[in-house]
């Protein structure tokens, strides 16, 4: 195949055979074919390693891709680990406010969530919220649903005040940046009415329901 003929003519550690490697990967996990997947990105991760040592870029991208391969195959601890060296790459690479730092922070932040370790998730959605609101500004969609993800987050800690308020300031910001209809508004109109259920106001989430269905 294209990556063995890439071999013969580059040799095992050229960095254009890491892309064909890393791409073949991520074709191979559309088809569903995960172990082989694995496999591959490993030795692209490998690669990277050798060819640009530890704390490159590109070794980031790499642990982000074998990460998420674990989230597809259900292995949330294995994926943990690789998206915190992942953070800690970008970190010592770039400043506080780039975003593949907030784009790594979130990463984790969503594994973490998905393990239940809600006290961990709460710090790091504030620093990718803070992070957005002094990069992109508060009327950006990002800054909407960083302030809708916190918001999930705080109502399941236990604090239905803030994350009411939270709900409301990214509900504004996604209502001005967004089509009425757009697939992702719809989504967090639904997680609050979700929300509002959950705190005994029935006819509150009814009111949003019904703004879901008329759009």
């Known amino acids: 195949g294209a990556g063995a003929q890439q071999r013969r003519l580059l040799g095992n550690e050229h960095p254009d055979l890491v892309v064909t490697i890393n791409n073949l ?3 191979l996990q559309e088809k ?3 172990d082989a997947a694995e496999i591959m990105l490993r030795e692209a991760l490998a690669m990277r390693r050798t060819l640009l040592g530890e704390e490159h870029p590109q ?3 790499s642990l982000n891709n074998l990460a998420f391969l674990h989230v597809n195959k259900g ?3 294995a994926a943990e680990p690789l998206l915190r060296e992942a953070l800690d790459i970008r970190r010592s690479n770039f ?5 593949d730092v907030a784009i790594s922070i979130s990463n984790l932040a969503m594994v973490l969530k998905r393990m239940g370790n809600l006290e961990a998730v709460e ?3 504030r620093e990718v919220l803070e992070i957005r609101l002094r990069v992109l500004g508060e009327g950006h969609p990002d800054v909407g649903f960083s302030y809708t993800n916190l918001a999930l987050v705080i109502a399941e800690i236990g604090d239905p005040e803030e994350a009411e308020s939270l709900f409301l300031q990214g509900l504004a910001i996604l209502e001005e940046a967004l089509p009425p209809d757009h697939q992702e508004l719809r989504n967090v109109r639904k997680n609050y009415a979700g929300f509002l259920r959950d705190q005994g106001r029935a006819d509150d989430a009814g009111t949003i329901e019904a703004r879901i269905d008329d759009e």
């Open 32 to 34: 569903g074919d995960l």
């Open 59 to 61: 070794v980031a991208t």
């Open 95 to 99: 400043d506080e406010d780039h975003t």
């Open 25 to 27: 990967a991520m074709l």
């Open 75 to 77: 292995d949330l601890t």
């Open 123 to 125: 710090p790091m959605l």
